[in-house]
């Protein structure tokens, strides 16, 4: 069975990012980036690290002013997401602690906070940062290098994350959700909004079809209390905070640092970004604008769309609601609004409250290169797309001054777990990872198709050839007395094929009442690693497998999981 799936033979992958991901392309796009994330040096190792740490070793001092204070909030957020476990959050703990020393680096990866841990690769891609982290640390004794997990607290986009799909113990795709956003809730940030009540109804439903397992009562009471807790139900920010609470369980011992970007304490020390953004919105939009046309005319989609005038940056309202800050004559406008600010107006709240202000996508690169320089960025695709468009603005910035290139980026681990008994169907029937990549009408023809004992192929092939000579020799003697008979014996033919395969049907399904036990069972794997005509990754949430595995799984996923890796891993539990 194959373990390693090219991105080529997966479901869902862009022409970007396959080229990214593959050396021999890579040139095709490295234009767009600092640096090469596939060259080696001549030990075989990967040179973009030398020529990063050399860099960030080079403009330490101007790195390191508020590194001391970054530090400490975010020790306190860690005490905050994960103060209530056992151990206190202390390796977490620790590792903030560890970010006051200068010769310490962030591994920077992150994800909006879904519902009862999000999908899959979220936690994907938090292990692939804890592996490169103690990856550079073996190769670079000097050095400390933290994996760093940044939720997208400002987010609004609820739609993306009020969902959790777990598998029930019959196999069945069950969706768990928060109700849609209310008429007038559009715009508002997931940690703004109050969803108390029905969090409480999303954990009575989760018991309901949470697979059976050794551990079941377990993560049922972990996720009871991270997302049950007083504070997540009583106010604002319940989403954040039972996602934080979570993944801090479960990734307790790691030394795995959660950061929500819009702590007051790190806002403050984006100021210099913030006013940047503002007082060259013109240069940084049509740096924006060119990068997108170059993006275009080498035949690549944008990640990203900015409509003229554009920011990347949103104002929050004091209620939560964020809206993009555009450009309009001499001043600025909230677009969508009438709401209209001079570039002085808004310079004054950078001073006053930095955290009114949202950084958009274009802009979180530097919004992490200002907080703990990365050593390395973990995304996804669609992260690592639309870094090409952000880095013209990102030089655009260092033109200035400020700070060191974009960091090397890397696609996040990418994998389908696979049940031990599922596994052995794969193996049993000859298929492959992509294999179940269909509809199951499909998945369940071929099954079929490929048990028809061979008696019946043979019996079926010589009843195809019999006709095919009759009907040949038929016509030859027939066309011999009239040429126009030759139309007929086409229509003939026509309607001996629909005979056959009439015939093939009727087979199959006499072999289908008999296969019915291996087509349920496939049924099954299918809706293991293509659930809902999607990448399990995508869909299935960590709490489908963590029943049967434990929390446990965690640590069995960071020892199996290989990274750096271009390719889809099929991990089999």
Known sequence: ???????????????????????????????????????????????????????LDALAPELTAHRSAAAEALAAQQQRWGGHL??????????????????????????????????????LKAIAAIRLARQLEQRYPGYRFV??????????????????????????????????????????????RSVGPALEQALAALEDVLPGGEYREEVLAALREDYGSPEALAGPGGMLLGFARFMARIFDCTGLV??????????????????????????????????????KSAGYPLQVEQLPGDTSLFLLSEQGRRQKISRSGEGFILRGTE????????????????????????????????????AAFIGGAAEIAYRAQTTAVFELHRAAGRGPHMAPAFLR????????????????????????????????????????????????????????SAEARLKAEAVKLDPNLELTFETL??????????????????????????????????????????????????????????FGLISQLEQRLDFPCWEHQLIVL
Not at 86 to 91: D, R, S, T, W
Not at 342 to 357: K, Y
Not at 361 to 367: A, E, F, G, S, W
Not at 534 to 544: M, N
């Open 1 to 55: 069975m194959q373990t390693r799936i090219p991105l080529d033979q997966l479901a869902s992958s862009s022409a970007f990012i396959r080229d990214y991901a593959d050396p021999g392309a890579f040139r095709k796009v490295s234009d767009f980036f600092a640096y090469d994330p596939h060259a080696l040096d001549g030990a075989g190792q990967l040179s973009c690290f030398d020529a990063r740490l050399s860099e």
């Open 258 to 295: 959660l950061l929500d970007p819009q702590d007051p304490t790190l806002m403050a020390f984006m100021r210099p970004l913030l006013r940047a953004e503002l007082e060259h919105a013109a240069a940084s939009e049509a740096a924006l604008t060119a990068r997108n046309a170059l993006l």
């Open 413 to 468: 681990a990418s994998a389908s777990l696979l049940p031990q008994k599922s596994a052995e169907l794969l193996d049993e029937l000859g298929w492959e990872l992509p294999d179940f990549y269909a509809a199951p009408q499909e998945l369940a023809g071929r099954a079929v198709s490929g048990e028809r004992p061979e008696e019946i192929e043979a019996a079926i092939q010589h009843y195809l050839d019999a006709l095919h």
């Open 147 to 192: 994996p760093m997990f940044w939720m997208a607290s400002s987010d609004h986009d609820f739609e993306e994350v009020r969902r959790s799909f777990i598998l029930d113990r019959a196999g069945n795709v069950q969706e768990l959700s928060l109700p849609p956003e209310a008429e007038g809730e559009a715009g508002f940030t997931v940690a703004s």
């Open 339 to 374: 709401q209209c600010f001079s570039l002085d107006e808004l310079l004054a709240l950078v001073d006053s409250a930095p955290g009114r202000f949202v950084p958009g996508v274009m802009l979180r690169p530097l919004q992490q290169n200002l907080l703990i320089p990365p």
């Open 86 to 123: 056992p151990g206190g959050n202390a390796a977490a703990l620790e590792a903030c602690l560890a970010l006051k020393d200068p010769r310490t680096y962030a591994i920077v990866t992150g994800q909006q906070v879904g519902l009862f841990g999000g999908p899959l690769y979220t936690q």
């Open 493 to 550: 033919r026509s309607n001996l094929i629909k005979h056959v395969e009439s015939l093939q049907k009727k087979i199959d399904n006499v072999l289908k009442q008999r296969s019915e036990s291996r087509l349920r069972r496939i049924a099954l794997v299918a809706a293991q690693l293509y659930p809902r005509s999607a990448p399990q990754e995508r869909v299935l949430g960590l709490s489908s497998f963590l029943p049967r595995s434990g």
